[in-house]
């Protein structure tokens, strides 16, 4: 099997990888320079390094690569380590980087109206790609998206029928009307995209899962939904409304549990500086620059 033409399958896929290539050799080593090994998420491999002991730590080198994202260099000198060198009596010594291999997210952007477009705007400087859905040529045009990855004009059914989102996959659904926007999230629910979200009220929200069951939609479905969407920062206008659900979708990415403000991370300096500061009336002015 092709490690890169598997590579591309798992990025296809969604599914997040390890490449590892040995980048330095030293004398004799139970491979070559600048062999090549593909790690995939469940540990599975494509490829070798020179197998034995050495290789299966780089194995679980390129699973925690794979969930940081950081890369690793690995170094090992089966001469001075007698168990690494195990039944291949190589004895040189060998550097092993180590890289995730990651697909950018695609997020799918079912409305082109004013909160579509700032939402699109945001996802790209998120490192997003984005895909916009829509009805209405007049909305989803190249002029309104320019950096869209595709721009996708007709029925919504029918163009749902010929999208396919994998597991690294995002869909926001901000139509024109609550009957789209269910039309569209019961499409959603079916799929292995990752995180699902619908703008709306709360109201809205209930009325849509509400319609959905009893059209027979299971419940448990709707429980991974995110609606209504984004995380609560007082948002109003189409541009924080933006801010708000691209910086939900990045909390959820990045598998943070509980998104709280940064100033949180400051709450020990700025008690320390309290606690140091002179008290009123000492003859200095705390309040001084």
Not at 51 to 71: F, L
Not at 171 to 191: K, M, N, Q, S
């Amino acid at each position: 099997m092709d490690i890169y033409e598997e590579l591309i399958r798992e990025r296809e896929e969604g599914r997040p990888c390890a490449l590892a290539t040995i980048v330095n050799v030293v004398g004799s080593i139970p491979s070559y320079a600048s062999a090549k090994m593909l790690v995939r998420e469940n540990g599975t491999i494509v490829g070798t390094v020179g197998g034995g002991p050495a290789e299966a730590e780089v194995i679980v080198a390129a699973r925690e690569v794979i969930a940081t994202g950081r890369p690793q260099m690995l170094s090992f000198r089966l001469h001075d380590n007698p168990e690494m060198d195990s039944g291949m009596v190589c004895g040189g010594s060998l550097d092993v980087f180590v890289e995730a291999i990651r697909p950018a997210p695609i997020l799918y952007l079912f409305g082109a109206g004013h909160v579509g477009v700032v939402t699109a705007r945001a996802a790209r400087l998120a490192g997003l790609e984005v895909v916009v859905v829509d009805d209405r040529t007049e909305f989803a045009s190249a002029e309104r998206f320019p950096n869209a990855q595709a721009i996708h004009v007709g029925e919504f059914e029918a163009v749902m029928a010929r999208l396919s989102p994998n597991r690294r996959s995002l869909i926001f659904i901000a139509t024109r009307c609550h009957e789209i926007d269910g039309r569209v999230l019961r499409w959603a629910v079916a799929t292995p995209a990752e995180y699902v979200g619908m703008i709306g009220s709360r109201r809205k929200v209930a009325t849509v899962f509400e319609r959905l069951v009893a059209e027979g939609l299971p419940p448990e479905q709707l429980e991974r939904v995110h609606a209504p969407v984004g995380l609560d920062i007082g948002a109003d206008t189409p541009e924080e409304i933006a801010i708000s659900v691209v910086a939900e979708m990045v909390a959820h990415i990045r598998g943070a549990a509980a998104a709280r403000p940064l100033m949180r991370n400051m709450t020990g300096p700025v008690d320390r500086v309290v606690r140091k500061t002179p008290a009123s009336g000492s003859g200095k002015d705390r309040t001084a620059a």
